[in-house]
C-alpha cells in the first residue's frame, strides 16, 4: 500500500520550483538539468502507479538524447517496452506541474482515474545515459519508487534502446530474451553472425566501420559489445566521450541537421561512417566521395535498404505477407517515390514522434518504420514470426536459406524501439550479404535537395495542422500562403509544424535545387511570421 503522508513529507525534498510548467512531450520532459530533480522524483512516484495498474514492470529512461550536455529529461516506458500511454502522458504532465501541497491529491486522482489497485505489487527498472546529472536524477526517480513502496532494478548506464528491451524481457517472462545487458549483446551478436555467415565478402575488407559516438553511452556500450563478434565486424570508435563533449559538434542529430561530418572522426574517400546520438536510439550513415564530395544516408535510405532486402527474402520463400513502410512528413520526396514506385511498397505517413511511427508500423506482417532523422526499426508481428520460423524447418535449399535469414533478421532488430546498435548490425549484415558498396548503396535515388529552419514565435500553439503534419490549419491562410509558395518552384513540398521538444516552428522545404529548397524555406519562415 502507498504511505501518502510520507510521500508528501519526501517531496518537499524533491520540491518543484514555483511557477514551473513542464509538459510530457514527444520524448517524455526535457530542459535544463538543474529543474529536474522534483519531475524525477515525481516519475518514480508515477511509474509505481503505472506498474500497479498494469501489473507489469515499468521503465525509467533518464536522458535527453541529443540535447546538449548541460539538459536531461526522462521518458517512462510501457510493457511492451513501448512509449507511455498517451492518457498516461497526461497524468505525467499534471503530477509533473503540481504546487507541493497538492501532490497528494494528484495521485490520488490519477490512482482514481486510471483505476489503479493501490494494494498491487509495483517493479520499476531504471537507465541513464552518461550526461554527468544523470546519476543523480536516476537517484531522484529511486527516492520516488521507494517512498511508494514499490521495488526496483537499477541499471546503471544503458542506452535508451537497451532500456526498452530490458523492459520486454522482463514482461514477456524471458521468451524475448534475457533482461540483461550481456542477454541483449548475446541475443544480437548470435543473430548477425549466423546471418553474416553466407556473406559473400567476409574479409575484413567489406566489413569495417567507423563510429562517431556523440560522446555518449553508445561507446561504452559498443565497445562491450565488441568482444561478442571477435572478427566478424571491425569497427573503430571515435567520439567516445574521453576528450569532447555529448553531442557537440558530433553525432546523429548533428550530422543530419547540418549535412556535414561530424568534428573528430579521421574520413577517408569512400570510407564507411555512422553517427549514434547522444542515447544511441538514431543512426545516420555518410561518406565522402573521391571528389571530396559528402554524402548523407538518412533513415529514409536506411528504410529503402532494409525495405528492399526484406522483400527480396520473401519473394524468395514465396510468402505473401504484407510489408508497410512507415514515414513521416520529413521523409524526403524522393524516397517516398522510390519506395512506392520502383519497389511498389505501400508507404504511410504519420506525425513526428516514435510512438506514432511505432504504431502504425504494428498493423503490418512486417512494418518498417524510419523518421529521416535515423530513428526507427522493423516489427514483425506474431503470424509472421511464427511463419517464417515453420518455413525455417520446413522449406529446402535456397528458401530455406533466405527463411534462415529472415529468422535472424528478426532477431536482430529490437521489437521494442529503434536502436541505433542494431540497426547498425543490419545494415553491416545487408551491405555484405550483397555485396554493396556505400555509394551503390547511396545511389538507389538522389535525395531531393531540402531545408529546414526554425522559426522563434510568440505562441508556437497557434500552428495546428492536419494530414500527418503536411497542411496547416491554423492560423487561417497560412496553408494558402504555403501553396503559393511552393508553387513557385519545380519538385517542391513545405510544411511547417510546432516542435515537441523546443519553443520554436520548424520549416521543411525540398525543391529541385538547393538554392531553391533555401529560398522556399526561407520564404515560408517568413509567411509564419
Ligand atoms: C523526439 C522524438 C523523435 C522526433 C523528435 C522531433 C522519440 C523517441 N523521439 O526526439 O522521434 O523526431 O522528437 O522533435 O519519439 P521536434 O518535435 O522538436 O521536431
Ligand atoms: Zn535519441
Given at each position: 500500500?502507498?504511505?501518502?503522508?510520507?510521500?508528501?513529507?519526501?517531496?518537499?525534498?524533491?520540491?518543484?520550483?514555483?511557477?514551473?510548467?513542464?509538459?510530457?512531450?514527444?520524448?517524455?520532459?526535457?530542459?535544463?538539468?538543474?529543474?529536474?530533480?522534483?519531475?524525477?522524483?515525481?516519475?518514480?512516484?508515477l511509474?509505481?502507479?503505472?506498474s500497479?495498474?498494469?501489473?507489469?514492470?515499468?521503465?525509467?529512461?533518464?536522458?535527453?538524447?541529443?540535447?546538449?550536455?548541460?539538459?536531461?529529461?526522462?521518458?517512462?516506458?510501457?510493457?511492451?517496452?513501448?512509449?507511455?500511454a498517451?492518457?498516461?502522458?497526461?497524468?505525467?504532465?499534471?503530477?509533473a506541474?503540481?504546487?507541493?501541497?497538492?501532490?497528494?491529491?494528484?495521485?490520488?486522482?490519477?490512482?482514481?482515474?486510471?483505476?489503479?489497485?493501490?494494494?498491487?505489487?509495483?517493479f520499476?527498472?531504471?537507465?541513464?545515459?552518461?550526461?554527468?546529472?544523470s546519476?543523480?536524477?536516476?537517484?531522484?526517480?529511486?527516492?520516488?519508487?521507494?517512498?511508494?513502496?514499490?521495488?526496483?532494478?537499477?541499471?546503471?548506464?544503458?542506452?535508451?534502446?537497451?532500456l526498452?528491451?530490458?523492459?520486454?524481457?522482463?514482461?514477456?517472462?524471458?521468451?524475448?530474451?534475457k533482461?540483461?545487458t550481456e542477454?541483449?549483446y548475446?541475443?544480437?551478436?548470435?543473430?548477425?553472425?549466423?546471418?553474416?555467415?553466407?556473406?559473400f565478402?567476409?574479409?575484413?575488407?567489406?566489413?569495417?566501420?567507423?563510429?562517431?559516438?556523440?560522446?555518449?553511452?553508445?561507446?561504452l556500450?559498443?565497445r562491450?559489445?565488441?568482444n561478442?563478434?571477435?572478427?566478424?565486424?571491425?569497427?573503430?570508435?571515435?567520439?567516445?566521450?574521453?576528450?569532447?563533449k555529448?553531442?557537440?559538434?558530433?553525432?546523429?542529430d548533428?550530422v543530419?541537421?547540418?549535412?556535414?561530418?561530424?568534428?573528430?572522426?579521421?574520413?577517408?574517400?569512400?570510407?564507411?561512417?555512422c553517427?549514434?546520438?547522444?542515447?544511441?536510439?538514431?543512426i545516420?550513415?555518410?561518406?565522402?566521395?573521391?571528389?571530396?564530395?559528402?554524402?548523407l544516408?538518412?533513415?529514409?535510405?536506411?528504410?529503402?535498404?532494409?525495405?528492399?532486402?526484406?522483400?527480396?527474402?520473401?519473394?524468395?520463400?514465396?510468402?505473401?505477407?504484407?510489408?508497410?513502410?512507415?514515414?513521416?512528413?520529413?521523409?524526403?520526396g524522393?524516397s517516398?517515390?522510390?519506395?512506392?514506385?520502383?519497389?511498389?511498397?505501400?508507404?504511410?505517413?504519420?506525425?513526428?514522434?516514435?510512438?506514432?511511427?511505432?504504431?502504425?508500423?504494428?498493423?503490418?506482417?512486417?512494418?518498417?518504420?524510419?523518421?529521416?532523422?535515423?530513428?526507427?526499426?522493423?516489427?514483425?508481428?506474431k503470424?509472421?514470426?511464427?511463419?517464417?520460423k515453420?518455413?525455417?524447418?520446413?522449406?529446402?535449399?535456397?528458401?530455406?536459406?533466405?527463411a534462415?535469414m529472415?529468422?535472424?533478421i528478426?532477431?536482430?532488430?529490437?521489437?521494442?524501439?529503434?536502436?541505433?546498435?542494431?540497426?547498425?548490425?543490419v545494415?553491416?549484415?545487408?551491405?555484405?550479404?550483397?555485396?554493396?558498396?556505400?555509394?551503390?548503396?547511396?545511389?538507389?535515388?538522389?535525395d531531393?535537395?531540402?531545408?529546414?529552419?526554425?522559426?522563434?514565435?510568440?505562441?508556437?500553439?497557434?500552428?495546428?495542422?492536419?494530414?500527418?503534419?503536411?497542411?496547416?490549419?491554423?492560423?487561417?491562410?497560412?496553408?494558402?500562403a504555403i501553396?503559393?509558395l511552393?508553387?513557385?518552384?519545380?519538385?517542391?513540398?513545405?510544411?511547417?509544424?510546432?516542435?515537441?521538444?523546443?519553443?520554436?516552428?520548424?520549416?521543411?522545404?525540398?525543391?529541385?535545387?538547393?538554392?531553391?529548397?533555401?529560398s522556399?524555406a526561407?520564404e515560408?519562415?517568413?509567411?509564419?511570421?
Amino acid at each position: 500500500d502507498m504511505d501518502l503522508d510520507a510521500i508528501t513529507k519526501h517531496s518537499a525534498l524533491h520540491a518543484k520550483p514555483s511557477g514551473l510548467i513542464l509538459q510530457y512531450g514527444t520524448a517524455g520532459f526535457r530542459i535544463k538539468a538543474e529543474h529536474l530533480d522534483h519531475v524525477m522524483f515525481r516519475m518514480g512516484l508515477l511509474a509505481v502507479l503505472r506498474s500497479k495498474q498494469t501489473k507489469s514492470t515499468i521503465g525509467v529512461m533518464v536522458t535527453a538524447s541529443h540535447n546538449p550536455e548541460e539538459d536531461n529529461g526522462v521518458k517512462l516506458v510501457d510493457p511492451l517496452g513501448e512509449m507511455l500511454a498517451p492518457s498516461w502522458e497526461e497524468h505525467a504532465t499534471c503530477l509533473a506541474n503540481a504546487e507541493e501541497q497538492d501532490v497528494q491529491r494528484v495521485l490520488l486522482d490519477i490512482s482514481e482515474k486510471a483505476a489503479v489497485d493501490l494494494q498491487q505489487d509495483a517493479f520499476v527498472v531504471i537507465g541513464r545515459d552518461t550526461r554527468p546529472s544523470s546519476e543523480k536524477l536516476s537517484q531522484s526517480v529511486i527516492d520516488g519508487i521507494t517512498v511508494s513502496g514499490g521495488q526496483f532494478h537499477d541499471y546503471g548506464l544503458l542506452t535508451t534502446p537497451q532500456l526498452h528491451y530490458m523492459v520486454y524481457c522482463r514482461n514477456t517472462q524471458g521468451q524475448y530474451g534475457k533482461a540483461t545487458t550481456e542477454g541483449y549483446y548475446q541475443k544480437l551478436s548470435k543473430a548477425f553472425v549466423e546471418l553474416t555467415k553466407q556473406a559473400f565478402c567476409s574479409g575484413d575488407e567489406c566489413l569495417s566501420l567507423k563510429v562517431d559516438c556523440a560522446n555518449g553511452i553508445g561507446a561504452l556500450k559498443l565497445r562491450e559489445m565488441k568482444n561478442y563478434f571477435s572478427e566478424g565486424l571491425s569497427i573503430q570508435l571515435f567520439n567516445v566521450g574521453t576528450t569532447g563533449k555529448l553531442n557537440h559538434l558530433c553525432g546523429a542529430d548533428f550530422v543530419k541537421s547540418h549535412q556535414k561530418p561530424p568534428q573528430g572522426i579521421e574520413m577517408k574517400p569512400n570510407e564507411r561512417c555512422c553517427s549514434f546520438d547522444g542515447d544511441a536510439d538514431r543512426i545516420v550513415y555518410y561518406y565522402y566521395d573521391a571528389d571530396g564530395h559528402f554524402h548523407l544516408i538518412d533513415g529514409d535510405k536506411i528504410a529503402t535498404l532494409i525495405s528492399s532486402f526484406l522483400k527480396e527474402l520473401l519473394l524468395e520463400i514465396g510468402e505473401s505477407l504484407n510489408i508497410g513502410v512507415v514515414q513521416t512528413a520529413y521523409a524526403n520526396g524522393s524516397s517516398t517515390r522510390y519506395l512506392e514506385e520502383v519497389m511498389k511498397v505501400p508507404v504511410y505517413c504519420t506525425k513526428t514522434g516514435v510512438k506514432h511511427l511505432h504504431h502504425k508500423a504494428q498493423e503490418f506482417d512486417i512494418g518498417i518504420y524510419f523518421e529521416a532523422n535515423g530513428h526507427g526499426t522493423v516489427l514483425f508481428s506474431k503470424t509472421a514470426e511464427m511463419k517464417i520460423k515453420q518455413l525455417a524447418e520446413e522449406l529446402e535449399d535456397k528458401k530455406r536459406k533466405a527463411a534462415k535469414m529472415l529468422e535472424n533478421i528478426i532477431d536482430l532488430f529490437n521489437q521494442a524501439a529503434g536502436d541505433a546498435i542494431s540497426d547498425m548490425l543490419v545494415i553491416e549484415a545487408i551491405l555484405a550479404l550483397k555485396g554493396l558498396t556505400i555509394q551503390q548503396w547511396d545511389a538507389l535515388y538522389t535525395d531531393l535537395p531540402n531545408r529546414q529552419l526554425k522559426v522563434k514565435v510568440a505562441d508556437r500553439q497557434v500552428i495546428s495542422t492536419t494530414d500527418a503534419e503536411r497542411k496547416a490549419v491554423t492560423p487561417p491562410g497560412l496553408q494558402e500562403a504555403i501553396d503559393d509558395l511552393v508553387k513557385k518552384y519545380k519538385l517542391s513540398r513545405a510544411f511547417v509544424r510546432p516542435s515537441g521538444t523546443e519553443d520554436i516552428v520548424r520549416v521543411y522545404a525540398e525543391a529541385d535545387s538547393q538554392e531553391s529548397a533555401d529560398s522556399l524555406a526561407q520564404e515560408v519562415s517568413w509567411a509564419v511570421f
